[in-house]
């Protein structure tokens, strides 16, 4: 089980990133998986999540409506598509696949004001 993260960057306050999140050794269709993030000195936090058999998904109130997840189950992955940035969402990223508890290495994201 193992999860590989692309993407971030840095970007404007008002513009787009979108990280990737591939999976391999199991189905992103059949598991839950969260996207969490840190920001400097804090613990991670839980940001949106999508879960395996439904493909239901949820957001903090800090990302509704400005983040989305997208799962391509032909090509094992989930986005995380960002719009709207703001300063506050400078933090690294974490994709993680909650049933193994099987974690992406972490992206930067930086916004810059």
């Known amino acids: 089980v193992r999860i590989v993260q692309a993407g971030g960057g840095l970007v404007q306050s008002g513009g787009s990133l979108r990280l990737s999140c591939a999976a391999s050794?199991?189905?992103?269709?059949?598991?839950?998986i969260a996207w969490y993030r840190q920001h400097p000195g804090e613990e991670r936090e839980w940001i949106a999540g999508?879960?395996?058999?439904?493909?239901?998904?949820h957001y903090d109130v800090s990302v509704k409506g400005r983040f989305t997840i997208f799962r391509n189950d032909h090509k094992n992955t989930v986005d995380l598509r960002m719009n709207s940035l703001k300063p506050e969402d400078t933090a690294v990223y974490y994709c993680?696949?909650?049933?193994?508890?099987?974690w992406g290495q972490g992206t930067q994201v930086s916004v810059s004001s």
């Open positions: 999508i879960t395996g058999q439904s493909g239901t998904t």
């Open positions: 050794g199991f189905p992103v269709s059949r598991y839950d």
């Open positions: 993680v696949q909650l049933t193994y508890h099987a």
